[in-house]
Nanobody, 129 residues
Framework: QVELAESGGGSVEAGGSLKLSCTYS????????LGWFRQAPGKEREGVAA???????NYADAVKGRFTLSRDNAKNTLYLQMNSLKSDDTAMYYC???????????????????????WGQGTQVTVSS
């Protein structure tokens, strides 16, 4: 069983920053591939970034250069540092994993929500212009 819990969302003006956190609980700690996804009202859920157990990452083009994904395995926590936020970044952000399966984080599948089977409840990010 995998449990994930997001935090850190909020409201910020365009150009500002937020840091999201996701704590996870699983006996598959060392092999977890973790990802951040987001869903804006009326839109499909989309991948934002993913990271594997070795720390390799993959980012959606829309966030490259602005968002940074990291993980602290000792604290079982995943982080998403979001800088230079835009109004288009407004969405509910979800943390997810595909444990116990493995996933090539460098592939497009790592940003495909359909590949992930455990989800947190989400944290809202609102960016005002």
């Amino acid at each position: 069983q995998v449990e994930l819990a997001e935090s850190g969302g909020g409201s910020v003006e365009a150009g500002g920053s937020l840091k999201l956190s996701c704590t996870y609980s699983s006996r598959f700690y060392s092999r977890l591939c973790l990802g951040w996804f987001r869903q804006a009202p009326g839109k499909e859920r989309e991948g934002v970034a993913a990271i594997d157990s070795d720390g390799s990452t993959n980012y959606a083009d829309a966030v490259k250069g602005r968002f940074t994904l990291s993980r602290d395995n000792a604290k079982n926590t995943l982080y998403l540092q979001m800088n230079s936020l835009k109004s288009d970044d407004t969405a509910m952000y979800y943390c997810a994993t595909n444990a116990p399966s493995t996933l090539d984080v460098g592939s497009a599948l790592a940003l495909d929500p359909a590949q992930f089977n455990h989800w947190g409840q989400g944290t809202q990010v609102t960016v005002s212009s």
